[in-house]
């Protein structure tokens, strides 16, 4: 497979014998297994993809490329078992690995820890990745659409989020990306709000902020909208509007071989024009694939160099304590042709 020569090539660089896999989502990515149990070792020559008796039979039907083990007890102990008797020494493996996988192998082995080896791949969609984002992208438009005409007065911000998932789970998604928010009033200035109990009032803005889900790939959007009625309307729709302007010049930078940094900027700056710097606090995105957040970040400290095939957010915001808040969330892809947006879904301001 292309993936996984390409990991035994960042191996070569690194002078590394073997790559010990432990996140899910990475051995997903290099092997295709979609189980919850699973450890994948990657040597020079070969490949290793350790589970227990519960997937053997899944292991068989989705794994490629690999030797498939199904060993009795920790898996782990079948790994040093592996490594010693291919006369392994020296050992790479995830920086975000869990403690116990370090103190199971110290001791017999040279081991380091490594950022980025999977992950640096994954940054780059492929053809069909980006047709299952896409799919994330439709189910969560449709099911907004949806729900949409009982958003009004009165309904609660829970009863939005329930009716939301159960919209979402409808048009196919197995999974729930991440709870969705909806926030009104008071709720919208606090950027991760969790749903509650209270009632849309007249003059509340209320973000929903929510994503789909299609074989294991995310989508994540977020709309404002403006409950009719209520006092400071006309600031309101400064807010938003100014937002929107945002959201709008950040992806018009965006592209191959732009900074991240700069995406970020093109943003903030024309926030902190309009007199609402102080209320913008978060990055202006992050790629979204098989999580929920990856690489690249788009914020003001971020390293990252924009390239093609990347897939990530766009989401100003502004957020005003006791007035509230406006969050305008899209997808782009950056292309042959530069940036492509992937949500539909309109921008004006909706008033409910």
Request: net charge positive; charged share 30%; with cysteine.
């Amino acid at each position: 497979m292309e993936r996984m020569e390409e990991i035994r090539e960042r191996l070569s660089a690194r002078r590394l014998k073997a790559f010990l896999v432990s996140d899910l989502k990475n051995i997903r990515y290099l092997t295709g297994f979609r189980g919850s149990s699973a450890l994948l070792l990657v040597t020079g020559g070969d490949a290793f993809f350790f589970t227990d008796f519960r997937y053997r039979e899944q292991a068989r039907r989705e794994v490629k490329g690999c030797e498939i083990v199904v060993p009795a007890g920790a898996l782990l102990r079948h790994v040093r078992k592996t490594l010693k008797g291919l006369g392994i020494r020296s050992v790479g493996f995830e920086f975000s690995a869990p403690y116990g996988l370090y103190h199971g192998l110290k001791g017999d082995f040279a081991l380091r820890a490594v950022r980025g080896m999977v992950e640096d791949l994954r940054v780059r969609k492929g053809r069909e990745e980006l047709r299952l984002i896409r799919k994330a992208v439709r189910r969560a438009e449709e099911a907004f659409s949806e729900i949409r005409p009982g958003i009004r007065a009165g309904v609660t911000e829970r009863a939005v989020a329930l009716t939301l998932e159960e919209s979402l789970r409808r048009k196919g998604c197995s999974r729930i990306p991440f709870d969705i928010i909806v926030a009104s009033g008071e709720n919208a200035a606090l950027p991760h709000a969790s749903p509650s109990d209270k009632r849309l009032g007249p003059g509340d803005l209320v973000v929903i902020d929510w994503g789909g889900e299609a074989d294991g790939y995310f989508s994540d959007m977020t709309r404002t909208l403006l409950v009719r009625g209520g006092a400071d309307t006309e600031r309101k729709v400064e807010m938003y509007n100014t937002v929107l302007k945002a959201n709008r010049s950040a992806i018009r930078t965006a592209g191959a071989g732009v900074r991240a940094a700069d995406v970020d900027r093109a943003a903030r700056d024309l926030i902190g024009r309009a007199g609402y710097g102080d209320f913008f606090g978060h990055g202006t995105g992050h790629g979204v694939g098989l999580d929920i957040h990856e690489s690249p970040r788009i914020s003001l400290i971020s390293k990252d160099i924009l390239g093609e095939g990347m897939v990530f957010t766009i989401e100003p915001g502004v957020y005003i304590p006791g007035k509230g808040g406006v969050r305008i969330e899209d997808m782009v892809h950056i292309g042959e042709k530069g940036p492509r947006l992937l949500t539909r879904l309109p921008k004006r301001l909706d008033i409910v």
